[in-house]
């Protein structure tokens, strides 16, 4: 965010209007109550947390039991967190990149141009519970049946790389915008010396356009991590409702990936009182986990934008 | 710095000009080419698709299926019944008013809602607020647009609806309304207000972009003039602004529109019309929108006629997601005329 008109005197409000006042009071109530929501969800999440999480949790796997303290940890879900991320990311990352530089260096046919970003802006705006069940549709079908499980001719469709897979496009929107701004904020007379030294335009691109830009895609990687982590229909729909790992096949990795399995988000739904398996301690205890997880991801970015700015933009 | 290592690149590129580019230009432009066309067709696809698998719903009911007419539960059990049972024929009767009024309820209760305080604390952020609050602000609204939608879920399940439960709803109310639904806490109210949360934070963030963009010389015009700064601000910036302010209402009103997990926890399973003419008791009675009844009727995949239902479903959120995006781009292209460009 720019810096706001500096005034040398601040007018005081003493001189407004009554009405004007109480608009002005009512922006310093909503402030602080959005303030006051944030402090709360924070602390009573800690609270709980504090209350519930215990080192063993995230060390034991779920097992099914009768009571809270026999239901096991959250090992399982954990590492599934883990591995859809990655999955997710390692396809939004490339993707997004590619077409944040088409977009902003090449962006020829100019009505192609557009006909991407608005894809790009269809893909942000539909919700994740369409991308799942059209992830049903793509997995389910006999070409993809090595990346799930496969009986009698019926494709599960329920694994680590279709969950993965429809994450990353949760994640797109964000890494090609983030991407795209950091492209677009390098003057024209950084491309132009490069040019003119006889460098080619995709040169230019991977040399120095997209080293310059390395805060932006950091940012942009981050916040659609955040976002993939969050996300719950996917893993509901396409990770299977399960507690465990299910691996399926039997080469190591990939017996876990091609396998159904669930995720932190996925735990705390099931493990609410609406849910089936009704836990409510785990459930705290996990979604502690999942929200410690995201704000640390929200400092990182903190801190990827402080050293940016220090390190000077272009123009500067 | 920044600055530095560019130069430094640049320096090994001119040592190794003689080397013949292992890319050329034209063969990046196609390949980066290529995995765009690959998304828009993957996007062309889902359209596609979520629609076909759709289709035998709308088809066997026509117009009926905006309708209302029946509880859309047990239609949905039906459905799915039809489907498991083998050799019954195929059932789609579907009645869906009561999700879709459920629908238009939630999201536009929080989205009006989070309309008015977004653009409050947004005004807030960018103009009024001393430099501490601002900096306190500005990770809040952060911090809230990151939580996963499942903890509020959870909060919401937790804390508000035994709150509302237990303090909200009087027993009268509870008695006079038994014989046709429970109210428990889990209802409309609690969901909008989680909503609103949820949304606000998106809407804060784009509109704060537009208001930062306009002209800081305009808003001097005016202060010159001797108007004050709270009018000032409203009259010029927030004006200036409308495209940023429509560009996050619409983000905002998709995100609501597809909120299903959070939705599926707090707004009560049932697929209930509740009615505005019933006083007080309107704002705890349960409804459960349309994403939220695909979340909790996933298990209809394995049935055809369910799957059906629930694809058709999928489509009407992608068909508002879309409509949305257009409405929002119509709105701004009749604005940009009278305002800058942000």
């Known amino acids: ?316 | 710095m920044a600055t530095q290592a560019y130069s430094l690149d640049l320096e090994e590129e001119l040592l190794s000009a003689e080397e013949v580019p292992r890319w050329s230009d034209r063969r990046a432009e196609l390949t980066l080419g290529a995995r765009v066309v690959a998304v828009v067709g993957l996007l062309v696809a889902m359209v596609v698709f979520v629609f076909i698998r759709g289709w035998p719903s709308f088809q066997h009911n026509g117009l009926s299926w905006f309708t209302a007419g029946g509880s859309v539960d047990n239609q949905l059990q039906t459905i799915f019944m039809s489907g498991e049972t083998p050799g019954a024929e195929p059932v789609y009767t579907l009645h869906a008013w009561p999700l879709i009024w459920s629908t238009f309820l939630i999201t536009g209760g929080a989205v009006a809602i989070a309309f008015t305080c977004s653009l409050f604390v947004s005004v807030f952020i960018v103009e009024f607020a001393p430099e501490w609050m601002r900096n306190i602000l500005q990770p809040v609204v952060r911090l809230l647009a990151s939580v996963p939608s499942v903890v509020y879920g959870l909060i919401g399940v937790l804390v508000l609806v035994p709150f509302v439960n237990n303090h909200l709803i009087t027993e009268s109310s509870r008695a006079s309304v038994d014989h046709i639904i429970s109210l428990t806490g889990y209802g409309l109210g609690t969901a909008v207000v989680i909503l609103t949360v949820m949304i606000a934070p998106l809407m804060i963030s784009i509109f704060c972009d537009g208001l930062n963009a306009v002209r800081k010389s305009w808003l001097e015009g005016s202060l010159a003039a001797g108007v004050n700064r709270w009018r000032t601000f409203w009259k010029i910036a927030v004006r200036t602004a409308r495209p940023a302010l429509v560009a996050g209402t619409v983000i905002a009103t998709a995100r609501a529109i597809g909120e299903a997990i959070m939705l599926a926890m707090v707004s009560g399973g049932v697929g209930f019309t509740p009615n505005p003419f019933d006083g007080a008791i309107f704002f705890v009675e349960p409804s459960r929108p349309i994403a939220p009844t695909i979340v909790a009727n996933i298990d209809g995949l394995a049935s055809a006629p369910s799957k059906s239902t629930l694809f058709a479903f999928a489509s009407l959120l992608l068909f508002s997601a879309a409509m949305l995006s257009f409405a929002g781009w119509i709105a701004r292209q009749s604005m940009k005329k009278y305002t800058a460009h942000v």
């Open chain 1, 1 to 316: 965010m720019s810096t706001p008109v500096k005034y040398d005197a601040v007018e005081s409000s003493a001189a407004w209007r009554f009405s004007d006042r109480i608009g002005l009071a009512f922006c310093w109530f909503l402030g602080l109550l959005f303030c006051a929501i944030a402090a709360a969800i924070v602390i009573y999440m800690l609270v709980k947390g504090i209350q519930y999480v215990r080192p063993e949790l995230l060390t034991t796997s779920p097992t099914t039991g009768f009571t809270q303290a026999k239901t096991g940890g959250f090992l399982d879900p954990l590492i599934g967190t883990f591995i859809v991320a990655a999955i997710g990311i390692a396809i939004a990352l490339p993707l997004g990149i590619a077409i944040a530089v088409w977009l902003s260096e090449f962006g020829r046919p100019f009505a192609l141009a557009r006909v991407v970003e608005s894809t790009v802006e269809m893909i942000a705006g539909t919700p994740s519970i369409v991308l799942a069940l059209f992830g049903t549709v793509i997995f389910s079908s006999t070409a993809l049946a090595f990346l799930s499980r496969e009986s009698g001719g019926v494709v599960f469709g329920r694994s680590f790389f279709a969950a993965g897979a429809m994450l990353s496009l949760v994640a797109l929107p964000l890494v090609v915008s983030a991407t795209r701004e950091g492209l677009q904020a390098i003057p024209a007379h950084v491309r132009e010396a490069s040019y003119a030294v006889g460098k080619t335009k995709i040169a230019t691109t991977r040399r120095i356009l997209l080293p310059a830009a390395r805060p932006s895609v950091a940012t942009g990687a981050m916040l659609g991590l955040g976002r993939i982590i969050g996300d719950t229909a996917i893993i509901v729909v396409l990770l299977g409702a399960l507690q465990n790992f299910e691996p399926t096949g039997s080469v190591f990795p990939f017996d876990y990936l091609q396998g159904a399995g669930s995720t932190l988000t996925n735990y705390v739904y099931s493990n609410a009182p609406t849910g089936e398996l009704n836990n409510p301690q785990k459930a705290y205890a996990a979604a502690f986990v999942l929200l410690v997880l995201v704000l640390f991801l929200n400092a990182a970015v903190d801190v990827v934008h402080r050293r940016s700015r220090k390190a000077g933009s272009w123009n500067s």
